[in-house]
């Protein structure tokens, strides 16, 4: 090979090597951007929210879940129904997580259908652990998927 074959070869791959370079570094700077999965939307639930007086309703812009709970003062160990009101908000899926807000009391998570009649009106039917202590406060976290992500609702209340 001669000298000028050489030095023809060499900007293009130094040109070549540098393009190299700037896609890897753009693939290391945008991949995880593009493959994370989408953040939740949390949805604000007033502070005086009780459950057990009525309906409590989460917003976050227009978008809003509202949930109620049948019977209203929940017992342990009894069927207790579900039904969330959505707004704004077109969900595929939505669920609920019941979690113990001072115990541990297991994972227990209700998948809610929608009503037939109404598409907003999801509802469910789980069951409350038994908790040794008489009354126990619940954290409900509500979970609804959207094509925009999940939105996400918590909401506490108590039972005996």
Avoid at 33 to 42: D, G, H, V
Avoid at 104 to 117: D, T
């Amino acid at each position: 090979m001669t000298v000028d074959a050489i030095n023809r070869k060499v900007p293009w791959a130094a040109l070549s090597a540098f393009a190299g370079l700037m896609a890897l570094l753009a693939a290391i700077w945008l991949g995880p951007r593009l493959l994370a999965p989408p953040t939740a939307a949390s949805l604000a639930t007033p502070a005086d929210c009780d459950l057990s007086a009525g309906p409590c309703r989460a917003a976050a812009g227009e978008s809003a879940l509202t949930l109620m709970l049948n019977p209203r003062q929940p017992r342990a160990l009894e069927p207790l129904q579900f039904q969330v009101r959505t707004e704004a908000l077109d969900a595929d899926s939505i669920s609920i997580v019941l979690e113990g807000r001072d115990m541990y009391m297991g994972y227990n998570r209700i998948e809610l259908q929608p009503s037939p009649a109404d598409p907003v009106l999801w509802t469910g039917t789980g069951e409350l652990a038994i908790c040794t202590t008489g009354e126990m406060i619940w954290l409900a976290r509500v979970e609804a998927g959207t094509a925009g992500g999940p939105a996400t609702a918590r909401f506490e209340f108590s039972a005996r």
